[in-house]
């Protein structure tokens, strides 16, 4: 394992630290319990919006603290949900007395830290309302599964909620947008090969040089199959296939395309993934009215993508045209 | 026969010594059907408590002393294990109250209603691949036990034993809940380390009450 890190027990806090210290005109760092949130803290009246969940998937989610999207942002250890503490001192901390709501990737230990820091929060007397990303197809939902996983979506989600809680909706209307951003969006990923989490030195999963992983999570869990290497727009065809067949997407509708780099494919494989896709939604008749291509929900350096095709309609579009000022996501302002 | 707080401590001592032995073995179980760092993070969790209990309160009861397993646990350990087996801690020293001596009975209540908060918690039931798999059996093999006459420690030693089997029975499992259902098929012939590491606390918990009972 090569990495710079200096302690696999002090990488996340030595990175939140250099994330601070570089945006220090966004951002402010707590250090314990660890969080990040903006500068300028809450803002009495507007509602404020926190999200979190393991860390190695920057720049989700301390890289959207700012104006026009999170008011903070919980990292937990590497891969790992962080613990209630952080998640209530954080909602404590940019609560402007308009409540507070919690976007929460669809994983098991992301849920359950989440629900146990919400009431917390409750008896301290913040209301918070919790909003579920769940926008990975690759797998069943069901009573019988944790449900499909919340990947590169989160990223819309955070997004368009951000803006209706600048323009001053209040918590509720504020949660509805995000529930209705969820429920128009799709994604599903593909790995060609593992990160390596850093206090376990060695690759979570281990890909032959002509094998590639379809419907990956964002910690390389499987979702589909294993299949042979093949053309990036075979790759594509294949994921983006079950994409506009689920929700079901139809011509006409205007979407935004995110292809999603995963931390170790560069964007010049990043734009081709792009190209295709793009090809394959205008053959539908689909209008691709917004697009988003990067890094911005990676798995450490995990190589592969996913693709996240949102459906928007008056409402989104606004939002997510509104200014945004983060570290990694910043327009109109 | 009975338990107090001397059996609680030396319980977790125990398990904070077993935890870091298997840190790498339940991290390795967990990389086969998860993410990998099940051990780290008990590992972390434990160490926190141990911690806490090298100043444990005056008059503290075995109820008081697992309640403070379960904030540490919660607040430390993060991922689905913090809570679920904070929970079970917390619903655990819930049912004991304030006594300070624990027979068999209420060693049974206990795990009872340590099992009862995981499946409140994690919506899992027996066959999900969980550790409601080590723990159902525990529970169960322990009633029967205290029913027919046994110690605390026997009562122990009999869940021990059934979370031990209803580890390995996960084997043969594909996963329903948490990280490992998304392998669907893939999870069959591994552990689930949840289970394992569940077994592990509740053969400290044996392990404890035989030294203590002398």
Redesign the interface.
Known sequence: MKKLINDPKTVVDESVEGFGLAHADLVRVSPDPLFVARAGGATTGRVGIVSGGGSGHEPLHAGFVGHGMLSAAVP??????????PIVAATLAVDGGAGVLHIVKN???DV??F??AADLADAEGVRVVSVIVDDDVA?KDSL???GR?GVAGTVFVEKVAGAAAERGDDLDAVAAVATKANSVTRTMGVALQAGI?P??GEP??VLADDEIEIGI?I?????RERVTLEPADRIVDRLIGPILDDLPFSSGDQVLLFVNGMGGTPLVEQYIVYRRAAQVLAEKGIEVSRSLVGNYVTSLEMQGVSITVAKLDAELTELWDAPVETASLRWGR | MTLDLSWVTTWVDDTVAVVSDNRLRL?ELD?EI????HG??LDRGFAAVKAKFDALPEGSTPGSALKLVATTL???????????LGTAYLKGAQALGDAAELDADAVVALLTAARDGVVL??KAEVGDKTMIDAWTPAVDAATAAAASGASPAAVLRAAADAAVEGAASTEPLVA????A????D?AVGHRDPGAESSSLILIAAAEAAEATEG
Do not use: M, Q, W
Request: proline letters at 8%; hydrophobic letters at 20%; zero cysteines.
């Open positions: 937990g250890p590497v891969f790992t949900s962080p613990t209630p503490d994983y098991t230990g359950l830290n629900e146990t797998v019988f599964t944790a996983r989490v206090h376990a979570s999963f999570g910690h390389g869990e499987p979702g | 991290s990389r998860g993410d990998g760092d780290e993070n919660i607040s430390t350990v993060g991922g689905a294990s913090g809570p679920l918690r994690g329903r809940k948490g990280r259902s998304y392998l669907g893939r």
